[in-house]
Nanobody, 124 residues
Framework: QVELVESGGGSVQVGGSLRLSCAAS????????MGWVRQAPGKERETVAI????????SVADSVKGRFTISQDNAKKSIYLEMSNLQPDDTALYYC?????????????????WGQGTQVTVSA
């Protein structure tokens, strides 16, 4: 199983920015993909951004479009989530995820690997 290690969470005020990082122990497979899933207390799990590493294809959820950007650095086996104009609704535990074949943006897909999670807290 791939090991994923996140970093970069923290507490910010409304309108602030954060950058999350995730390093993978390996990249394997032509369709290998990674992304970010968040879970807030009392809310459904939400996949906010994904990237297919082979072709660099990215997608972000409508709820964060225009504010969050996902990027990759294949040499470092890492992905990043740039978050700007953060709002209280963005407060959640953010998990880095990966899958050998499929990273849907909708639904509650059971990704192959999950990181330990990093907390993002946005206060007014």
């Amino acid at each position: 199983q791939v090991e994923l290690v996140e970093s970069g969470g923290g507490s910010v005020q409304v309108g602030g920015s954060l950058r999350l990082s995730c390093a993978a122990s390996e990249y394997t497979g032509a369709n290998y993909c990674m992304g970010w899933v968040r879970q807030a207390p009392g809310k459904e799990r939400e996949t906010v951004a994904i990237v297919y590493l082979g072709g660099g294809i990215t997608s972000v959820a409508d709820s964060v479009k225009g504010r969050f950007t996902i990027s990759q650095d294949n040499a470092k086996k890492s992905i990043y989530l740039e978050m700007s104009n953060l709002q209280p609704d963005d407060t959640a535990l953010y998990y880095c995820v990966s899958d050998r074949n499929y990273c849907p943006l909708t639904g509650t897909h059971e990704f192959d690997s999950w990181g330990q999670g990093t907390q993002v807290t946005v206060s007014a």
